[in-house]
C-alpha cells in the first residue's frame, strides 16, 4: 500500500463518488441487468456503467479508474470485450487502519 497514491486518488470528489457506489451497487446501478447475464455485483460494476452513471467521458473515466486500480483501491476484471471494477476491501481497511495510527 503505498498511501501517497491513496491521497492523490481520493483528491478528486468523482473519484470518491466511484468508491462510493461501488460499496453498495445495488442502489445505484441496475442488478437486473447483470442478472440477465448471468453475472452478479460480486464481480464488479461494469465501465460503460460508471461511466454513464458519473455522466463523464469514457477517457477521463477510464484514467480515474486506472489511477484508483494503481493506488490499489480498485480491482478489475476482464470478461469478453467489458471489463468490470471492484473495490478492493484489503487496501481499503490496510489504509484506514494506517491512518488511525498515523494521523
Same mark, same amino acid.
Given at each position: =500500500?503505498?498511501?501517497? /497514491? ?8 468523482? $473519484?470518491?463518488?466511484? =468508491? /462510493? ?13 447483470? /442478472? ?5 455485483? $460480486? ?16 477517457s ?7 489511477? =484508483?486500480?494503481?493506488a490499489?483501491? /480498485? ?11 471492484r $473495490? ?16
Amino acid at each position: =500500500m503505498e498511501p501517497s /497514491l491513496i491521497y492523490k486518488a481520493l483528491s478528486n470528489e468523482t $473519484r470518491c463518488q466511484i =468508491m /462510493l457506489w461501488l460499496k453498495n451497487p445495488d442502489e445505484f446501478f441496475d442488478e437486473q441487468s447483470y /442478472l440477465q447475464q448471468g453475472l452478479n455485483f $460480486r464481480i464488479g460494476v461494469c465501465v460503460g456503467d460508471i461511466q454513464t452513471k458519473a455522466g463523464l467521458t469514457q477517457s477521463v473515466i477510464s484514467s480515474y479508474l486506472s489511477t =484508483m486500480q494503481k493506488a490499489g483501491l /480498485l480491482e478489475s476484471e476482464r470478461i469478453g470485450k467489458w471489463t468490470y471494477y471492484r $473495490r478492493n476491501e484489503k487496501t481499503i481497511q490496510e489504509f484506514s487502519e494506517y491512518i488511525q495510527k498515523t494521523l
